[in-house]
């Protein structure tokens, strides 16, 4: 009998090329490794939006990843697409299926980089397509130094559940992104945010655990980053 909680992590998605002459999925060893550490059992989740319901019915929790790609402005009315916008719409199309199913069930979510952008977008928010064009004096969110490396600190919304998963204020994060979320939606609110007003993290108003993150806590670079992944698969179980 299983004792542990499944959790569902998406998988990115490349064409043919290095790895293989096939197009394949990947997906780094320490997304896995924090979940297992966090007492939940991983599993990949292949990109197959009319299995969406099939994978919900299998697992407790549901882990968004990131990737090198954004989400279609056309799925947030964000116009035409900026030059260094680049999609994946088969990877988006299965993850917007999950997270909405994810989301009537109230299903716990946990959306990291780019997974916390679409879980903004599936709560009725809106994005910003290249920071440095839209927010004056912005700083390097494609940080220049190794991602297990803090690139800037985050100020943690009061009264937020991701105040009260990290017990404290303000996080050291790291920072691999060129868009953000813009406006959180009617269904979420804003629980952190850089030093140049980039919102760095979003939550749902009505889900018990929908959470947002646009760090990667699963390099661990703050003390605090494990506890995200721990609140997580405990709400899951």
């Not at 004096?137 to 940080?143: F, K, M, P, R, T």
């Not at 943690?156 to 559940?161: A, F």
């Not at 929908?210 to 980053?225: S, T």
């Amino acid at each position: 009998m299983r004792t542990l909680p499944l959790i569902g992590l998406t998988l990115d998605a490349e064409q043919p090329g290095g790895y293989s002459k096939l197009p394949w999925y990947a997906l780094r060893q320490n997304y896995f490794d924090s979940v297992v550490r966090a007492g939940g059992l991983p599993v990949a989740l292949p990109h197959a939006p009319e299995l969406a319901e099939q994978y919900l019915d299998a697992i407790d929790g549901l882990l968004v990843t990131g990737g090198a790609f954004d989400v279609d402005p056309s799925l947030y009315g964000g116009g035409p697409a900026h030059p260094t916008v680049a999609l994946k719409q088969g990877r988006t199309a299965f993850e917007l299926a999950m997270v909405q199913g994810a989301l009537k069930r109230d299903m716990p979510i946990l959306g990291i980089c780019g997974g916390e952008q679409l879980l903004a977008v599936a709560l009725g928010g809106t994005l910003i397509q290249h920071i440095p064009d839209a927010v004056p004096d912005a700083l390097a969110h494609e940080q220049p130094n190794p991602r297990t490396e803090p690139g800037h600190e985050v100020a943690i919304s009061e009264g937020t559940l991701l105040a009260r998963v990290v017990g404290g204020a303000r996080m050291a994060v790291n920072s691999a992104h060129h868009q953000a979320v813009e406006t959180p939606g009617p269904l979420a609110v804003v629980n952190a945010v850089a030093p140049d007003g980039v919102i760095e993290g979003i939550e749902s108003t009505r889900h018990r655990f929908a959470l947002g993150v646009q760090w990667h806590p699963e390099y661990a670079v703050d003390a605090a980053d494990q506890g995200i992944l721990d609140a997580f698969v405990a709400a899951c179980r």
